[in-house]
Every structure is written in structure tokens, then in C-alpha cells.
């Protein structure tokens, strides 16, 4: 079960729901994240592969596709459904979700894209890498659960305002982004250029699941990884995770655990995030 519903957070949500929302997603935000990447110009650290998570009304949006026309596509979770929007809030076009398959996601996509004066040959086909066998990726209909996207979306809110909170005392601090890839949403600390891949960098995340934990959890890394820095004591209800990668975990249930309310959750989420990346930064050299 996830949020209880108390202080304005969304009633329980049955965690297998969940897990299928999320790989849903998964295919959803990869669709719209691949389709007009080619376009895109390319720029440091891969940030045209990102999409922009905004929290009123709660859609993730890719970048500025660079047609005669510009515009952006996107995935409304409060509403569930496809969007496309010139600008940062001019509505072009709608189209729901449930019922959508990847097939007619991507056509409504090129006709929005050449509806706006794109060339066909720049669009790129879909990303499947890493995705699994999830039906939906062999024709299979998106259920679209409006209960498991609205706990997401308030999930990626209450990080991204914890998140807004850090990058005040951290000015180094990137602006978070979603990674479709990843199924995150994450920002980064770095000394040095952040351009640079090999800078020493603190990075600090929201995933909505992965095959490591298939739940919603928070983590923080750094790189390169001081020797010992395992040896690093952890506030109780967190862990360090070190298979395949090194950071300090904050599951789910750590995170309902924090308060009885939504504003007492999210008042612990801030001190998870800002104590845990000043503990980390403080071990880069």
C-alpha cells in the first residue's frame, strides 16, 4: 500500500497496481522521450534525452522539439493522457492514454509533428532498450490506472519541491530532471564543469521503481566513490545499496513512516535530501 491519504496525500493504492502503472509508464515516457530526439540539438551530459516534470497539474514534457513550428509532447498524469503544447503553456492537441497502444501513440505523435511542419525523417522510433517483455510493448492496450499516476505525481511533486529546497543552499545544484530511461527524476551536485562526466558529482533522486526496488524510492550517490565511504552512519530507516551501484537508499516505507500527514512526510523528505547530500558533498575532495 502507498500514502495514506491523510493531510491531502492520495488514498491506497494496492502496490502490484502500482508496479504495473509504473512499467506502463516506463514504455509511455520512452515513447515521447524517442520520438523527437534526433531534432533536438545535442548538448553536455545527454540533457536533451530528459523530459521536464511539472508539477501544476502534474505532466511530464519533453524538450523544445525544433520544428517550423515548435512544440513539446507530453504526458498529463493528473488527466492521463498525450498532450502537445507550444511554449510553456499553449494547449495544442489532446488524446487519452487508456486504451492507446504504442502504435497509435506514435502515429497521433507524426501527425502532430508534421501538423506542425516537421520532416518526417528526423522522427525517431521508439527506445525499447532495457524495457523487458511488458505487453504493451507487443500491441497490448495502456490501462492507464488514474489512482497509481496520481500517486505518482504527487511522489514526483514532493520530491521536486525538496528538491527546489536544496539547489537554494546548493547553488552548484543542476535543475532536476526526468530521465525516461531511468524512470527518475534526478539533479546533480558537481565541483568542477559540469559538463565534465568524470567531475566529482553528488547525485540526488526520486525513482518510481526499478529491478533493484520495485516500489517508489529516494536515493543519493557520488562519484567517484571515496574509499570507506559505506562506513558512513546512516539515520535508521535508510541503507546504503551497493550492487551495481553505491548510495544511500530511502524506501518508500521509510518515507510513509516519516509523519502521519503528507506535510510531515515531506518536512523528513527535506531533511533526507539536504542532510544526506551535505553528508556526501562533504566527502568530495
Not at 146 to 154: G, I, N, Q, R
Request: aromatic share 8%; with cysteine.
Amino acid at each position: 500500500m502507498l500514502l495514506d491519504g491523510k493531510g491531502g496525500g492520495q488514498m491506497p493504492v494496492k502496490t502490484t497496481r502500482l508496479t504495473e502503472t509504473r512499467l506502463q509508464l516506463h514504455c509511455a515516457t520512452r515513447l515521447i522521450g524517442s520520438f523527437g530526439y534526433k531534432a533536438i540539438a545535442h548538448v553536455p551530459r545527454y540533457l536533451q534525452r530528459s523530459l521536464t516534470w511539472q508539477p501544476d497539474p502534474g505532466i511530464f514534457f519533453t524538450q523544445i522539439i525544433p520544428a517550423p513550428e515548435p512544440f513539446r509532447a507530453g504526458i498529463d498524469l493528473s488527466t492521463a493522457e498525450l498532450v502537445t503544447i507550444q511554449g510553456s503553456t499553449l494547449e495544442l492537441a489532446r488524446t487519452p492514454l487508456k486504451g492507446a497502444t504504442i502504435a497509435s501513440i506514435d502515429a497521433w505523435l507524426r501527425d502532430q509533428a508534421l501538423s506542425r511542419g516537421m520532416d518526417e525523417g528526423v522522427l525517431s522510433p521508439m527506445d525499447r532498450d532495457d524495457l523487458g517483455a511488458h505487453p504493451v510493448l507487443t500491441g497490448a492496450a495502456f490501462t492507464a490506472d488514474a489512482d497509481s499516476l496520481a500517486t505518482f505525481a504527487e511522489l514526483l511533486t514532493v520530491s521536486s519541491e525538496a528538491f527546489a529546497k536544496m539547489r537554494v543552499l546548493r547553488p552548484r545544484a543542476s535543475a532536476s530532471r526526468f530521465w525516461p530511461h531511468r524512470l527518475d527524476l534526478a539533479l546533480g551536485i558537481t565541483k568542477g564543469d559540469p559538463s565534465d562526466h568524470h567531475a566529482p558529482t553528488v547525485t540526488v533522486g526520486f525513482s518510481l521503481g526499478d529491478h533493484n526496488y520495485p516500489d517508489p524510492y529516494w536515493y543519493q550517490t557520488i562519484s567517484p566513490v571515496p574509499k570507506g565511504i559505506t562506513n558512513l552512519t546512516l539515520v535508521e530507516g535508510r541503507h546504503w545499496h551497493s550492487d551495481g551501484w553505491t548510495g544511500v537508499v530511502l524506501p518508500y516505507a521509510t518515507y510513509l513512516a516519516l509523519g502521519s500527514d503528507l506535510e510531515a512526510r515531506k518536512f523528513g523528505l527535506e531533511v533526507f535530501v539536504i542532510g544526506t547530500a551535505g553528508s556526501l558533498w562533504d566527502r568530495i575532495k
